[in-house]
């Protein structure tokens, strides 16, 4: 792709994220992006004309981080090979905008793995793990940053460079939300592949960090805890499903003919019942994963997850609802605080009437490298999505509770992901990311003309204006 080729092809165009369909807004340009050399265009491009850049792999992100309105948009999922594997160090060197499910099936007949990935999704891309600085459900260990041996990202003045882990520029990178350039490739520290084997149990939250580090403790390499969302329930947010992998012998791993799975149309149903009847809902779910206890399970292929493209609209349809889609939020607490922390989010959530379809708690060790990390320290990891209706009065409502959520965190000398929305008040942000006020100034520093943009970075940039 030249440069004329991209001044010929000026279309513009409305685009939106995934999951919460919350955030469209018009592109001057979308620029499917193949190559290295398209990036290194489209940037000169973006120079020549002062325009702003915005960088999109999967689009799973919410609150308006991949997207910039009347800027060009460089949709990465064309780049998106694996350029090789270093079968004696447990390296992979792959183009950024490829897919997780990509990445695991293209290294089916490797002996080395993958050590985490989002749990939520499988259509997220490596360069867009990397902005985000994601977790899996890993246990022992920090989030995405851990797993980056160096990238090649296209800076600000249009520049390739190579990024190695003790580079500032990486820690800016990492976590950088898309704002300090565009990563083109990433190289990966990989495990061996092994098998591991299930365990599940119903759990109660009381018990769960004291449980999360005995299982750590005898040698388990992930787990979560999966809460019951019925608010009715006695049960609401403090009983759930504790899953825990723990390791039982090397490859090669055949799945058993028996294995239980879940079939996508039993994973539709389950969503329609959070979304009518959650006793059930949880119910069912926890039935299921009863009977997956003691099953084995390759560490790579575990980490896959079921997400069902547009399934909102066509739930809508079926229960005659307005327009709605979850927004997620997560917030972040010392493990010791948990349980006080839930029971204020139960409250809260009783109290506002408040629909959750999902919600998690995994563990996260601190992490030290990324600038900005949303890992300050280890914390216990709280996932909620809650329902949202697109009305006025229904996104009204639930920006309130992301808000009051936050607040809670707070108390309990917690924190917030940064970029699920953007809901959080500068107080927040200075209270639980004193260093943003920094994070911005670098960025002014490495991108003077602001050629890397988004709607989720203008909001906060113009707050810490004011
Ligand atoms: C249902 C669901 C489940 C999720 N589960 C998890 C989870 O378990 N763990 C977790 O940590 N996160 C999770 N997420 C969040 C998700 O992993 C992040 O938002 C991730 O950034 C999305 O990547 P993407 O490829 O979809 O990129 P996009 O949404 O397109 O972009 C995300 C960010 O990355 C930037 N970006 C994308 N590609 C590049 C690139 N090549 N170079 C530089 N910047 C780039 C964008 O500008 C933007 O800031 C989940 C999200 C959803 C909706």
Same mark, same amino acid.
């Given at each position: ?7 010929a092809?000026?279309?513009g ?13 018009f ?8 190559a ?27 609150g308006?981080?991949q ?18 594997i ?14 997780w ?8 007949s490797?002996r ?18 990397? #902005?985000?600085?994601i ?13 980056i041996?160096s990238?090649?990202v ?7 460079? #190579?990024?190695h ?6 820690s800016?990178?990492v ?15 990989l ?8 365990r ?5 939250l009381?018990?769960l ?12 390499e ?9 608010s ?11 899953? #825990? ?8 791993f ?12 039993q994973w ?7 979304h009518t009847?959650?006793?059930?809902a ?16 390759a560490?790579?292929t ?22 709605g ?12 605080r ?10 809260l ?10 919600g998690t708690?995994r563990?996260?060790r ?6 900005l ?12 999505? $809650? ?9 009204f ?6 808000r009051?959520?936050i ?31 920094g994070? $911005?100034?670098?960025?002014q ?6 050629i890397f943009?988004?709607?989720w ?7 810490y204006?004011d």
């Open positions: 792709m030249t440069i004329s080729s991209l001044r092809g000026v279309e165009r409305v685009v939106g994220d995934v999951h919460s369909g919350l955030h469209s807004v592109h001057r340009q979308v620029i499917q992006i193949t290295v050399e398209d990036v290194l265009n489209a940037v000169e491009y973006a120079r020549v004309k002062g325009l702003a850049v915005a960088i999109a792999g999967g689009r799973h992100a919410m308006g981080q997207l910039a309105h009347r800027g060009l948009l460089l949709d990465m999922t064309g780049l998106n090979r694996v350029l090789y270093d079968e004696e160090r447990g390296l992979l060197k792959v183009e950024a905008g490829i897919m499910d990509d990445l695991i099936g293209a290294m089916a490797s080395w793995s993958i050590i985490q990935k989002p749990t939520g999704a499988d259509r997220i891309s490596v360069g867009g793990s990397v #902005s985000a600085n977790h899996g459900r890993v246990l022992g260990r920090g989030p995405f940053v851990e797993d041996e990238l090649e296209v800076d600000a003045r249009g520049c390739l460079r #190579s990024v882990r003790g580079d500032e520029f990486f800016y990178v976590g950088g939300y898309g704002l300090f350039g565009i990563v083109v490739t990433v190289t990966l520290r495990q061996k592949k092994h098998n591991l084997r299930r599940v149990r119903a759990a109660s009381a018990d960090v004291v449980t999360m580090r005995s299982l750590l403790e005898d040698g388990h992930y787990g979560d805890f999966q809460f019951n969302i019925d009715h329930s006695p049960q609401f947010l403090t009983e759930g499903i504790l899953a #825990s992998y723990e390791p039982v012998g090397h490859y090669p055949s799945r058993e003919p028996s294995q239980k799975v879940l079939s996508e149309s539709k149903e389950l969503l329609t019942l959070a009847d959650k006793a059930e949880f119910r069912r779910y926890l039935a299921h994963y009863l009977t997956t206890e003691g099953q084995v399970y560490c790579d575990m980490q896959y997850s079921t997400y069902l493209d547009g399934y909102h609209r066509e739930l809508d349809k079926e229960l005659g609802k307005p327009r889609t979850e927004v997620i939020t997560e917030l972040y607490v010392p493990p010791e948990l349980l006080r922390f839930m029971e204020d989010c139960r409250e959530f009783i109290r506002e009437n408040a629909d959750l379809i999902y708690v563990m996260i601190a992490d030290h490298i990324s600038y990390a949303w890992a300050k320290e280890d914390y216990a990891c709280v996932i909620f999505n $809650l329902h949202t209706e697109h009305s006025a009065a229904g996104q409502k639930n920006a309130s509770i992301f009051r959520l607040k809670i965190a707070r108390q309990h000398r917690g924190s917030f992901y940064l970029t699920y929305h953007r809901y959080a008040d500068r107080e927040d942000l200075d209270a639980c990311y004193p260093r943003f006020a994070f $911005l100034k670098r960025k520093e490495l991108d003077p003309e602001e943009q988004s709607q970075y203008r909001y906060y940039r113009d707050l204006r």
